[in-house]
């Protein structure tokens, strides 16, 4: 059964950086379209990066310039390192995958980013 484990989100100061990871589980890793959304509160869930299986990537312009996506698929693993957190990037981030021409995606469970001093 297929897995997505985020891991860390913390409480961090506006200015500074995080890298979050996503370690995928029972699913074919190297195939699969990898991104991160967040959802703020009483806000709706938004696309923040994507990278495709052969790495094209993808920003929102909101982060364009501030974070990066990568992934390494000998550790089944996709990052998002963040600097220059702002508390707008304050949010839930969650780890998404979709198995290349196919409908079979997945969602981890989220990890809780918060900017503020």
Same mark, same amino acid.
């Given at each position: 059964q297929a897995q997505l484990v985020?891991?860390?989100?913390?409480?961090?100061?506006?200015?500074?950086?995080?890298?979050l990871s996503c370690a995928a589980s029972g699913m074919m890793f190297s195939r699969s379209a990898m991104a991160w959304y967040r959802q703020a509160?009483? +806000?709706? /869930?938004?696309?923040?990066? !994507?990278?495709? &299986?052969?790495?094209?990537? $993808?920003?929102?312009?909101?982060? +364009?310039? /501030?974070?990066?996506?990568? !992934?390494?698929? &000998?550790?089944?693993?996709? $990052?998002l390192q963040m600097n220059s957190l702002e508390p707008e990037d304050t949010a839930v981030y969650y780890c998404y995958a979709q198995l290349v021409y196919t409908d079979q995606a997945y969602w981890g469970q989220g990890t809780q980013v918060t900017v503020s001093s």
């Open positions: 985020e891991s860390g989100g913390a409480l961090v100061q506006p200015g500074g950086f995080l890298r509160p009483d +806000k709706e /869930r938004e696309l923040v990066a !994507r990278i495709g &299986a052969s790495g094209h990537t $993808y920003y929102s312009d909101s982060v +364009k310039g /501030r974070f990066t996506i990568s !992934r390494d698929n &000998a550790k089944n693993t996709v $990052y």
